[in-house]
Protein backbone atom coordinates (compact mmCIF):
# COMPACT_ATOMS: atom_id res chain seq x y z
CA UNK A 1 0.00 0.00 0.00
CA UNK A 2 2.57 2.12 0.96
CA UNK A 3 4.45 1.81 -2.39
CA UNK A 4 1.14 2.22 -4.07
CA UNK A 5 0.88 5.73 -2.53
CA UNK A 6 4.58 6.48 -3.33
CA UNK A 7 3.69 5.78 -7.07
CA UNK A 8 0.91 7.78 -7.25
CA UNK A 9 2.62 10.64 -5.38
CA UNK A 10 4.97 10.41 -8.63
CA UNK A 11 2.57 10.12 -10.92
CA UNK A 12 0.93 13.46 -9.99
CA UNK A 13 3.70 15.04 -9.02
CA UNK A 14 4.97 15.21 -12.75
CA UNK A 15 2.20 16.45 -14.34
CA UNK A 16 1.52 19.10 -11.11
CA UNK A 17 4.39 20.60 -13.10
CA UNK A 18 2.71 20.71 -16.33
CA UNK A 19 -0.76 21.51 -15.63
CA UNK A 20 -1.40 25.24 -14.00
CA UNK A 21 -1.05 25.33 -10.09
CA UNK A 22 -4.50 26.45 -9.02
CA UNK A 23 -6.44 23.75 -11.78
CA UNK A 24 -3.68 21.01 -9.81
CA UNK A 25 -4.40 22.75 -6.23
CA UNK A 26 -8.16 22.32 -6.73
CA UNK A 27 -8.66 19.08 -7.44
CA UNK A 28 -5.22 16.90 -7.16
CA UNK A 29 -4.26 18.60 -3.78
CA UNK A 30 -7.78 19.09 -3.03
CA UNK A 31 -8.10 19.42 0.91
CA UNK A 32 -10.76 20.00 3.32
CA UNK A 33 -14.90 20.11 1.85
CA UNK A 34 -14.65 20.67 -2.09
CA UNK A 35 -17.31 23.41 -3.26
CA UNK A 36 -19.71 23.92 -6.34
CA UNK A 37 -17.08 26.66 -7.30
CA UNK A 38 -13.87 24.79 -6.47
CA UNK A 39 -14.91 22.36 -8.07
CA UNK A 40 -16.48 24.28 -11.46
CA UNK A 41 -13.08 25.68 -11.99
CA UNK A 42 -10.98 22.98 -11.52
CA UNK A 43 -11.41 21.01 -14.68
CA UNK A 44 -9.01 21.20 -17.75
CA UNK A 45 -9.43 22.00 -20.60
CA UNK A 46 -6.46 20.98 -23.16
CA UNK A 47 -6.50 22.57 -26.59
CA UNK A 48 -4.32 22.92 -29.38
CA UNK A 49 -5.86 26.01 -30.86
CA UNK A 50 -7.47 29.31 -29.14
CA UNK A 51 -10.73 29.36 -31.68
CA UNK A 52 -13.82 29.09 -29.11
CA UNK A 53 -17.06 26.88 -29.81
CA UNK A 54 -14.71 23.56 -30.61
CA UNK A 55 -16.43 20.42 -30.68
CA UNK A 56 -14.95 18.63 -27.18
CA UNK A 57 -14.81 15.46 -25.71
CA UNK A 58 -15.32 15.00 -22.07
CA UNK A 59 -13.47 12.33 -19.75
CA UNK A 60 -13.66 12.52 -15.80
CA UNK A 61 -12.47 10.50 -13.41
CA UNK A 62 -12.56 9.43 -9.47
CA UNK A 63 -16.60 9.31 -9.03
CA UNK A 64 -15.84 6.20 -6.78
CA UNK A 65 -12.65 7.59 -3.76
CA UNK A 66 -11.38 4.15 -4.23
CA UNK A 67 -10.79 4.10 -7.39
CA UNK A 68 -7.36 5.19 -7.62
CA UNK A 69 -6.25 4.41 -11.14
CA UNK A 70 -9.07 6.28 -12.63
CA UNK A 71 -8.11 9.61 -11.31
CA UNK A 72 -4.22 8.21 -12.55
CA UNK A 73 -5.38 7.52 -15.71
CA UNK A 74 -6.33 11.12 -16.12
CA UNK A 75 -3.58 12.73 -15.03
CA UNK A 76 -1.75 10.53 -17.28
CA UNK A 77 -3.78 11.62 -20.21
CA UNK A 78 -3.37 15.11 -19.79
CA UNK A 79 0.17 14.88 -19.70
CA UNK A 80 0.29 12.82 -23.27
CA UNK A 81 -1.83 14.93 -24.31
CA UNK A 82 0.30 17.82 -23.71
CA UNK A 83 4.30 16.18 -23.81
CA UNK A 84 3.64 13.43 -26.60
CA UNK A 85 1.40 14.77 -29.05
CA UNK A 86 3.36 15.57 -31.85
CA UNK A 87 5.33 12.23 -31.73
CA UNK A 88 1.67 10.64 -31.60
CA UNK A 89 -0.07 11.17 -34.79
CA UNK A 90 -3.64 10.36 -34.36
CA UNK A 91 -3.60 12.60 -31.25
CA UNK A 92 -2.37 15.36 -32.81
CA UNK A 93 -5.14 15.04 -35.49
CA UNK A 94 -7.75 14.48 -32.83
CA UNK A 95 -6.43 17.71 -31.01
CA UNK A 96 -7.14 19.74 -34.28
CA UNK A 97 -10.64 18.97 -34.09
CA UNK A 98 -11.74 18.54 -30.21
CA UNK A 99 -10.98 20.20 -26.98
CA UNK A 100 -10.79 18.05 -24.50
CA UNK A 101 -12.12 18.61 -20.97
CA UNK A 102 -10.69 16.38 -18.63
CA UNK A 103 -11.91 16.89 -14.75
CA UNK A 104 -9.25 14.23 -12.66
CA UNK A 105 -10.75 13.71 -9.58
CA UNK A 106 -14.60 14.62 -9.50
CA UNK A 107 -14.62 13.18 -5.73
CA UNK A 108 -12.18 15.35 -3.99
CA UNK A 109 -13.14 15.20 -0.59
CA UNK A 110 -13.73 11.00 -0.95
CA UNK A 111 -10.27 10.87 -2.41
CA UNK A 112 -8.32 12.75 -0.32
CA UNK A 113 -10.12 10.78 2.52
CA UNK A 114 -8.73 7.47 0.94
CA UNK A 115 -5.24 8.57 1.46
CA UNK A 116 -5.34 10.54 4.69
CA UNK A 117 -7.14 7.41 6.31
CA UNK A 118 -5.25 4.53 5.36
CA UNK A 119 -8.22 2.22 7.43
CA UNK A 120 -11.03 3.71 5.35
CA UNK A 121 -8.99 3.00 1.52
CA UNK A 122 -11.74 1.14 0.16
CA UNK A 123 -13.91 4.44 0.96
CA UNK A 124 -17.00 4.98 -1.97
CA UNK A 125 -18.80 7.45 -1.60
CA UNK A 126 -18.65 11.69 -1.21
CA UNK A 127 -17.98 12.66 2.16
CA UNK A 128 -21.34 14.88 2.72
CA UNK A 129 -23.80 14.01 5.63
CA UNK A 130 -27.26 14.99 5.04
CA UNK A 131 -30.37 15.75 7.31
CA UNK A 132 -28.76 13.51 10.63
CA UNK A 133 -28.04 10.55 9.88
CA UNK A 134 -25.25 9.08 11.57
CA UNK A 135 -23.81 7.41 8.09
CA UNK A 136 -21.63 9.84 6.07
CA UNK A 137 -21.65 9.95 2.18
CA UNK A 138 -23.68 9.45 -1.26
CA UNK A 139 -22.91 7.59 -3.98
CA UNK A 140 -22.37 9.93 -6.54
CA UNK A 141 -22.73 7.95 -9.30
CA UNK A 142 -26.88 7.63 -7.90
CA UNK A 143 -26.65 11.35 -7.82
CA UNK A 144 -27.33 12.14 -11.41
CA UNK A 145 -30.62 12.99 -12.64
CA UNK A 146 -31.08 9.47 -14.32
CA UNK A 147 -34.11 7.52 -12.96
CA UNK A 148 -32.66 8.75 -9.70
CA UNK A 149 -32.89 6.05 -7.05
CA UNK A 150 -34.69 3.77 -8.89
CA UNK A 151 -33.51 -0.09 -8.39
CA UNK A 152 -30.49 -0.29 -7.94
CA UNK A 153 -30.01 2.34 -5.49
CA UNK A 154 -30.81 3.18 -1.88
CA UNK A 155 -32.49 6.26 -0.27
CA UNK A 156 -30.95 4.43 3.15
CA UNK A 157 -27.77 6.91 3.94
CA UNK A 158 -25.73 3.97 5.37
CA UNK A 159 -25.59 2.02 2.15
CA UNK A 160 -22.84 1.96 -0.45
CA UNK A 161 -25.32 2.77 -3.22
CA UNK A 162 -26.86 5.73 -1.17
CA UNK A 163 -28.65 8.41 -3.46
CA UNK A 164 -28.37 11.14 -1.94
CA UNK A 165 -31.51 13.09 -0.53
CA UNK A 166 -32.37 14.77 -4.02
CA UNK A 167 -30.75 14.61 -7.39
CA UNK A 168 -27.46 16.37 -8.19
CA UNK A 169 -27.63 16.86 -4.12
CA UNK A 170 -23.68 16.94 -4.26
CA UNK A 171 -22.31 19.69 -5.27
CA UNK A 172 -19.16 18.27 -7.17
CA UNK A 173 -22.20 16.25 -9.68
CA UNK A 174 -24.67 19.32 -9.84
CA UNK A 175 -20.83 20.98 -10.89
CA UNK A 176 -20.45 18.21 -13.15
CA UNK A 177 -23.74 18.26 -14.62
CA UNK A 178 -24.05 22.19 -14.92
CA UNK A 179 -20.75 22.51 -17.16
CA UNK A 180 -22.06 19.52 -18.75
CA UNK A 181 -25.38 21.05 -19.57
CA UNK A 182 -23.94 24.62 -20.47
CA UNK A 183 -21.65 22.68 -23.18
CA UNK A 184 -24.07 20.51 -24.31
CA UNK A 185 -23.99 21.70 -27.72
CA UNK A 186 -20.15 21.29 -28.47
CA UNK A 187 -19.44 18.10 -26.22
CA UNK A 188 -19.25 14.99 -28.72
CA UNK A 189 -18.50 12.38 -26.12
CA UNK A 190 -19.02 11.94 -22.30
CA UNK A 191 -16.10 9.42 -21.00
CA UNK A 192 -15.75 8.29 -17.33
CA UNK A 193 -13.34 6.07 -15.71
CA UNK A 194 -13.80 4.02 -12.88
CA UNK A 195 -12.61 0.74 -11.85
CA UNK A 196 -12.26 -2.25 -11.73
CA UNK A 197 -13.87 -5.33 -13.70
CA UNK A 198 -12.18 -4.19 -17.31
CA UNK A 199 -15.57 -3.16 -18.91
CA UNK A 200 -16.54 -0.90 -21.92
CA UNK A 201 -19.88 0.05 -21.01
CA UNK A 202 -22.58 2.21 -22.33
CA UNK A 203 -25.71 3.10 -21.60
CA UNK A 204 -28.45 1.77 -20.30
CA UNK A 205 -27.33 0.92 -16.68
CA UNK A 206 -31.17 2.18 -15.10
CA UNK A 207 -33.05 0.14 -17.06
CA UNK A 208 -32.94 -3.48 -19.04
CA UNK A 209 -34.38 -1.86 -22.32
CA UNK A 210 -31.29 -1.20 -25.11
CA UNK A 211 -30.98 2.69 -26.15
CA UNK A 212 -31.84 3.77 -28.96
CA UNK A 213 -28.16 3.54 -30.39
CA UNK A 214 -27.32 0.52 -28.84
CA UNK A 215 -26.10 -1.25 -32.03
CA UNK A 216 -23.81 1.83 -32.86
CA UNK A 217 -22.66 1.77 -29.52
CA UNK A 218 -21.85 -2.09 -29.14
CA UNK A 219 -19.91 -1.96 -31.98
CA UNK A 220 -17.74 0.91 -30.96
CA UNK A 221 -17.62 -0.38 -27.50
CA UNK A 222 -16.29 -3.49 -29.45
CA UNK A 223 -13.72 -1.37 -31.48
CA UNK A 224 -12.46 0.25 -28.06
CA UNK A 225 -12.10 -3.28 -26.27
CA UNK A 226 -10.21 -4.55 -29.32
CA UNK A 227 -7.74 -1.43 -29.70
CA UNK A 228 -7.27 -2.29 -25.95
CA UNK A 229 -6.24 -5.62 -26.95
CA UNK A 230 -3.72 -4.47 -29.53
CA UNK A 231 -2.33 -2.45 -27.05
CA UNK A 232 -1.34 -4.49 -23.75
CA UNK A 233 -3.15 -7.83 -24.60
CA UNK A 234 -6.22 -7.60 -22.25
CA UNK A 235 -9.56 -8.43 -22.03
CA UNK A 236 -12.12 -5.57 -21.64
CA UNK A 237 -15.99 -6.56 -22.39
CA UNK A 238 -18.07 -3.99 -24.20
CA UNK A 239 -21.56 -4.22 -23.19
CA UNK A 240 -24.94 -1.91 -22.24
CA UNK A 241 -24.71 -1.58 -18.16
CA UNK A 242 -27.40 -3.17 -16.67
CA UNK A 243 -27.39 -6.06 -19.13
CA UNK A 244 -23.93 -6.64 -18.34
CA UNK A 245 -23.40 -5.88 -14.59
CA UNK A 246 -26.54 -4.91 -13.13
CA UNK A 247 -28.85 -2.28 -12.80
CA UNK A 248 -28.08 1.08 -11.62
CA UNK A 249 -29.75 4.01 -11.71
CA UNK A 250 -28.41 7.96 -10.99
CA UNK A 251 -24.90 7.37 -12.90
CA UNK A 252 -23.23 10.22 -15.12
CA UNK A 253 -22.94 8.35 -18.61
CA UNK A 254 -26.88 7.34 -18.57
CA UNK A 255 -27.66 11.26 -17.73
CA UNK A 256 -25.02 12.53 -20.49
CA UNK A 257 -27.12 10.20 -22.56
CA UNK A 258 -30.38 11.07 -22.25
CA UNK A 259 -28.93 14.69 -22.59
CA UNK A 260 -28.16 13.63 -26.43
CA UNK A 261 -24.60 13.13 -25.85
CA UNK A 262 -25.08 10.00 -27.74
CA UNK A 263 -21.67 8.90 -27.47
CA UNK A 264 -21.29 8.28 -23.41
CA UNK A 265 -19.21 5.29 -21.82
CA UNK A 266 -17.87 4.26 -18.80
CA UNK A 267 -15.23 2.28 -18.34
CA UNK A 268 -13.88 -0.20 -16.00
CA UNK A 269 -9.91 0.04 -15.64
CA UNK A 270 -8.22 -3.17 -14.05
CA UNK A 271 -8.17 -5.60 -12.95
CA UNK A 272 -10.58 -8.24 -12.77
CA UNK A 273 -10.34 -8.94 -9.01
CA UNK A 274 -6.58 -10.03 -8.03
CA UNK A 275 -5.80 -7.01 -6.23
CA UNK A 276 -9.06 -4.93 -7.38
CA UNK A 277 -8.97 -1.58 -6.12
CA UNK A 278 -5.27 -1.75 -4.44
CA UNK A 279 -4.00 -1.97 -7.91
CA UNK A 280 -0.13 -2.27 -8.11
CA UNK A 281 1.60 0.30 -9.22
CA UNK A 282 3.67 -1.33 -12.20
CA UNK A 283 0.16 -1.91 -13.33
CA UNK A 284 -0.60 2.06 -13.81
CA UNK A 285 1.38 2.79 -16.93
CA UNK A 286 -0.21 -0.22 -18.83
CA UNK A 287 -3.73 0.54 -17.77
CA UNK A 288 -3.53 4.14 -18.61
CA UNK A 289 -1.50 3.28 -22.48
CA UNK A 290 -4.76 0.47 -23.06
CA UNK A 291 -7.45 3.35 -21.95
CA UNK A 292 -5.72 5.65 -24.05
CA UNK A 293 -6.45 3.27 -27.01
CA UNK A 294 -9.78 3.11 -26.33
CA UNK A 295 -10.08 6.30 -25.61
CA UNK A 296 -8.23 7.57 -29.00
CA UNK A 297 -10.85 4.44 -31.21
CA UNK A 298 -13.87 6.66 -29.70
CA UNK A 299 -12.78 9.85 -30.59
CA UNK A 300 -11.75 8.70 -34.35
CA UNK A 301 -15.29 7.30 -34.10
CA UNK A 302 -17.27 10.12 -33.26
CA UNK A 303 -15.02 12.85 -35.48
CA UNK A 304 -16.21 10.59 -38.71
CA UNK A 305 -19.45 10.61 -37.17
CA UNK A 306 -19.78 14.30 -37.08
O1 LIG B 1 -21.81 0.95 -9.98
C1 LIG B 1 -21.23 1.86 -10.56
O2 LIG B 1 -21.47 3.05 -10.35
C2 LIG B 1 -20.14 1.52 -11.58
N1 LIG B 1 -19.37 0.39 -11.15
S1 LIG B 1 -18.28 0.62 -9.91
O3 LIG B 1 -17.76 -0.68 -9.54
N2 LIG B 1 -17.04 1.47 -10.46
O4 LIG B 1 -18.92 1.31 -8.84
C3 LIG B 1 -20.80 1.18 -12.90
C4 LIG B 1 -21.44 2.34 -13.56
C5 LIG B 1 -22.20 1.98 -14.79
N3 LIG B 1 -23.07 3.05 -15.20
C6 LIG B 1 -24.19 3.42 -14.49
N4 LIG B 1 -24.56 2.79 -13.42
N5 LIG B 1 -24.88 4.41 -14.96
ZN1 LIG C 1 -16.78 3.39 -9.76
Excluded at 106 to 122: A, F, K, Q
Excluded at 205 to 212: D, F, I, L, P, W
Aim: proline content about 4%; charged content about 25%.
Amino acid sequence: LRQLTIQHKVLMGDVQGIIEKQTTNDTVNARGSSSYYENYHSMKEISKSKEKSKNAIWIDCGIHAREWISPAFCLWFIGHAIHVRERDRTMTTLLEHFDFYVMPVINVDGYEYTWSHPSNRLWRKSRSSHGNSKCIGTDMNRNFDAHWCGPGASHFECQEIYCGPYPESEPEVKAVARFVRDHKDIIKAYITMHSYSQLVLFPYSYTMNKSKDHEELESLAQKAAKAIKRTTWKTYRPGAGAQTIYLAPGGSDDWAYDLGIKYSFTFELRDTGTYGFLLPPREIKPTCLEALSAVKEIAQHVLQNL
